[in-house]
């Protein structure tokens, strides 16, 4: 079942459809929690109140063929406000993404000539990118992860950061610079 289906069989009141939404979307709507607040039990609380938020707000949704964006969107948002209610030195813009390196490895795939020196290299790699994406400016930092790691288009992103196509070009191609020259010194020097 589409999301078009599954949005208008819950603006019927039906239930089940409203569980089938949840399941599809909740890995998304969790691990953009878990990357802002950094703490599992949090960021299943506020997956949840997405979801009520959704529930509720459904009716106004105009975009169905963008219901990843949109929930990214109030996920993002709902971290946010916790945030700045829990610890407003918490809510600013260098602490919101820190993405698991475990999980990073398992979408890896291993080749039967891995060595255990690969895999450390790719380890060590992979963690320097997090660190230098997580040292970008915020909405450098916002772009790139919703392009590369989330799968958002261009058009996708500039809805949802609501800036220009040219915009959001520039912010992700000065992070993917700001990156590479970072990445290059860290690497050269070791």
């Not at 960021?43 to 109140?49: F, V």
């Not at 169905?64 to 406000?81: A, P």
């Not at 039967?112 to 895999?119: C, F, H, I, M």
Request: net charge positive; glycine share 2%; with cysteine.
């Amino acid at each position: 079942m589409n999301d078009k289906e599954l949005i208008e069989k819950i603006l019927l009141d039906d239930d089940t459809a409203f569980e089938l939404l949840i399941k599809k979307y909740e890995s998304l709507v969790f691990n953009t929690c878990y990357r802002l607040l950094k703490n599992r039990a949090d960021s299943e609380d506020l997956s949840q109140d997405v979801f009520i938020e959704v529930y509720r707000s459904l009716i106004h949704l105009r975009n169905i063929d963008n219901m990843s964006g949109w929930l990214f969107k109030i996920s993002y948002s709902k971290c946010i406000s916790f945030l700045r209610k829990k610890n407003p030195a918490k809510a600013s813009p260098n602490s919101d993404f820190e993405v698991s390196i475990n999980q990073l490895e398992k979408n890896l795939r291993l080749t039967e000539r891995d060595t255990p020196e690969r895999r450390l290299e790719r380890k060590e790699a992979s963690f320097m990118l997090f660190k230098n994406i997580d040292l970008l400016p915020e909405n450098q930092k916002t772009a790139l992860l919703l392009h590369k790691f989330e799968g958002h288009s261009h058009k996708e992103i500039c809805e949802i950061m609501k800036l220009s196509q040219a915009s959001v070009e520039s912010l992700i191609y000065r992070a993917k610079v700001t990156l590479r020259k970072s990445l290059i010194t860290y690497f050269e020097n070791n």
